[in-house]
C-alpha cells in the first residue's frame, strides 16, 4: 500500500500558476501508476491526469490539457502537478492518488488510494 501527502496549493489569480506535489511513502512506488483528482464543492471528483510508472504515457482530461502537466521523479517518490493558465472553475481540493493499473483510460474509480488534498482557490 502506498501513502499519499499533498502540498502546494493556495491562492491565485485568474491566468497565473501553481506547482503541485506529492510525497509518496510505501514499497514500490516507481510501480505505480499515479493521479491527480481534483473536488469541487458541490461537484463529484474528477479525473484530472495520470502518469504511468515508466513516465512513458499521460493522460489528461479534457479540461486541462494544454494547461496542466503531470510528472514524477521516482527517486524521490514524489508526484508533480504543473497547473499554468488556471481558471475559476479550477478551483477545487486537489487530491493525489495512485493505481496499480497500468494501461488507460483511468477514471476516478481506477484509483483506490488518494491522499487528503490540497485546496486550490482561483479568484477571478
Known amino acids: 500500500q502506498v501513502q499519499l501527502v499533498e502540498s502546494g496549493g493556495g491562492l491565485v489569480q485568474a491566468g497565473g500558476s501553481l506547482r503541485l506535489s506529492c510525497a509518496a511513502s510505501g514499497r514500490a512506488f516507481s510501480t505505480y501508476t499515479m493521479g491527480w483528482l481534483r473536488q469541487a464543492p458541490g461537484k463529484e471528483r474528477e479525473f484530472i491526469a495520470a502518469?504511468?510508472?515508466?513516465?512513458?504515457?499521460?493522460n489528461y482530461a479534457d479540461s486541462v490539457k494544454g494547461r496542466f502537466t503531470i510528472s514524477r521523479d521516482n527517486a524521490k517518490n514524489t508526484v508533480y502537478l504543473q497547473m499554468n493558465n488556471l481558471k475559476p472553475e479550477d478551483a477545487a481540493v486537489y487530491h493525489c492518488?495512485?493505481?496499480?493499473?497500468?494501461?488507460?483510460?483511468?477514471?476516478?474509480?481506477?484509483?483506490?488510494?488518494w491522499g487528503r488534498g490540497t485546496q486550490v482557490t482561483v479568484s477571478s
Open positions: 502518469i504511468r510508472w515508466n513516465e512513458g504515457y499521460t
Open positions: 492518488a495512485a493505481s496499480r493499473a497500468g494501461v488507460g483510460p483511468w477514471t476516478v474509480g481506477s484509483f483506490p488510494y
